[in-house]
């Protein structure tokens, strides 16, 4: 645990994806704005993609991109939280996103 403690018992994570070396950051990319603004969701204890990438991304993309993080571990954000969910969801059938600010609680269990 003192290794990884972030880890949480990740079954597939840590042996699958490489660890990023130091100062090692994402590719830059670009969005375009038009029109509609896009949420960007991120586990903050993601085993295979540090939290900090996800950062540099929104910096990217401010224009374009609304960060929505979950405070808890896993890989995959979706199914987390009612508040995960939720924020996807909205998304996708009313083009509504989340506060700026905002961010969803972990879950009880991961």
């Known amino acids: 645990m003192r290794a990884a403690p972030h ?3 990740a079954s ?3 042996r699958l994806h490489r660890p990023a070396r130091r100062g090692e950051q994402p590719a830059a990319q670009s969005a375009h704005h038009r029109g ?3 949420p960007m969701l991120h586990s903050r204890h993601d085993p295979a993609n540090h939290f900090s990438w996800a950062a540099n991304m929104h910096r990217q993309t401010r224009g374009t991109t609304v ?5 808890g571990a896993g890989h995959s ?5 009612d508040c995960t969910r939720d924020a996807v ?3 996708l059938t009313e083009l509504r996103i989340p506060s700026p600010g905002s961010s969803c609680a972990p879950a009880a269990t991961n």
């Open 7 to 9: 880890m949480r018992g």
């Open 12 to 14: 597939r994570g840590g």
């Open 36 to 38: 509609a603004r896009i």
């Open 67 to 71: 960060p929505l993080p979950y405070e």
């Open 77 to 81: 954000v979706y199914g987390r939280s």
């Open 89 to 91: 969801d909205d998304y």
